[in-house]
């Protein structure tokens, strides 16, 4: 079986591309389950990192640092929940 530069790279890039992935995912589940959105990011710089020490890709670095501004993002937004939101509608009846 003769294989190809192309499916030899996706091969290598594998991590890279995984990781990617996730972090886009846990950047967008901000809006959905942020809880979720911490565990996808964190899996997904887990992975660059992983794929980072293999072979340094352009798509590990980006998604790395996706994944460290969707872990950011969804601790903040966690933070602002519990700590304004909820006690506002408590205050006014709401929960």
């Known amino acids: ?3 190809t530069k192309k ?3 996706v091969e290598a890039e ?3 591309i995984s ?3 996730l972090s886009i995912s846990g950047l967008i589940l901000i809006l959905f389950n942020p809880i979720a ?3 996808f990011s964190f899996v997904g710089v887990v992975f660059c990192i ?3 020490k293999k072979n340094k890709t352009t798509l590990a670095k980006v998604g790395m640092i996706i994944g460290i501004v969707g872990v950011a993002v969804n601790l903040t937004y966690i933070l602002v929940a519990f700590y ?4 506002y509608l408590q205050q006014k009846g709401l929960y």
Do not use: N, Y
């Open 7 to 9: 499916e030899s790279k």
């Open 14 to 16: 594998k991590l890279g």
């Open 50 to 52: 992983i794929q980072r």
């Open 1 to 3: 079986m003769v294989e």
């Open 37 to 39: 959105g911490i565990i």
């Open 84 to 87: 304004w939101i909820f006690p």
């Open 19 to 21: 990781g990617f992935t």
